[in-house]
């Protein structure tokens, strides 16, 4: 495949399940990739073509330092895929009458002020590199009601927020060539995904939001959608919301 060939990218999440796959997806297209995680240990080994790169997104210098490593290293930048995210249930996320204000800055902070963070970094060296793709990992829950089994609300603002900052710097970033879209898959085959997998309710949920894969995502499927948007295959495309996820928000 050489969808991404010459591309150089950066993936946020990298040690993750969406992440991970990009990674792979992303390298096998031909392009080289910065893989960005916290977690050191899900980080795949530096190779050609890829570079791990230990760092917090919620953290501005962290982000600068990423952008200045793909430049030093690759003297450009095309791609920027935030997949970085987390699930805040375990910091006190919930319904609104129960979400803690800790549980809501953890996921509010982790999920789009990390986004923020990492494209206020990487716009200049996409500017300097000629424009480029910025593909922002939203959510199925940023565009419809979770009803009782997918009741994290700070979960669903952060995702619905990630969707409003697409098409501000979607709009804003045109005329630099800077083209920025999101993705909203329904439930994906991840770590994250885990309590949901696990939960027989919750899965009978998710064949019937999902009736065109009877099931969740797999991550490759959502790496896929990834690297269209940020191939010149979508040359013309910015400012969408794509939903990967079955058929659940057609519903
Ligand atoms: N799995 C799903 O069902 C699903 C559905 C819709 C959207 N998403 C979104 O997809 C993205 C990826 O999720 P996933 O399912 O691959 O989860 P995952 O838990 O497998 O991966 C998330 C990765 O992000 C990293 N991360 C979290 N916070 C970070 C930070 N502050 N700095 C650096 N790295 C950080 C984690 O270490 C982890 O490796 C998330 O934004 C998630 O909200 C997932």
Request: proline residues 4%.
């Amino acid at each position: 495949m050489s969808e991404l060939a010459g591309k150089v990218a950066i993936v946020t999440g990298a040690a993750g399940g969406i992440g991970g796959a990009a990674v792979a997806h992303f390298l096998a297209s031909g392009a080289r990739v910065l893989a960005m995680d916290r977690a050191a240990a899900g980080l795949p080994a530096a190779a050609e073509g890829l570079l791990p790169f230990v760092g917090d997104v919620t953290d501005a210098e962290a982000c600068v330092a990423a952008v200045a490593r793909v430049t030093a290293t690759w003297g450009a930048l095309h791609v920027l895929f935030n997949t970085a995210g987390l699930s805040g249930r375990r910091y006190g996320d919930g319904p609104v009458h129960s979400c803690t204000e800790a549980g809501w800055d953890v996921v509010l902070n982790s999920n789009l002020k990390s986004v923020f963070l990492m494209c206020r970094a990487a716009i200049p060296a996409l500017v300097s590199s000629g424009g480029g793709s910025i593909v922002n990992l939203s959510s199925v829950l940023g565009l419809v009601g979770g009803g009782d089994l997918f009741a994290t609300h700070a979960y669903a603002a952060s995702k619905a927020g990630i969707i409003g900052l697409t098409r501000a710097m979607a709009s804003h970033y045109a005329p630099q060539r800077i083209r920025v879209n999101a993705l909203c898959p329904g439930l994906v085959q991840t770590p994250m995904a885990a309590r949901a997998l696990a939960d027989e309710a919750t899965m009978e949920y998710v064949r019937r939001m999902q009736p065109l894969l009877g099931g969740p995502a797999s991550p490759q499927q959502v790496a896929a959608a990834a690297a269209f948007l940020a191939s010149d295959a979508a040359a013309a495309i910015t400012g969408v919301v794509l939903p990967v996820d079955g058929g659940w928000s057609a519903q």
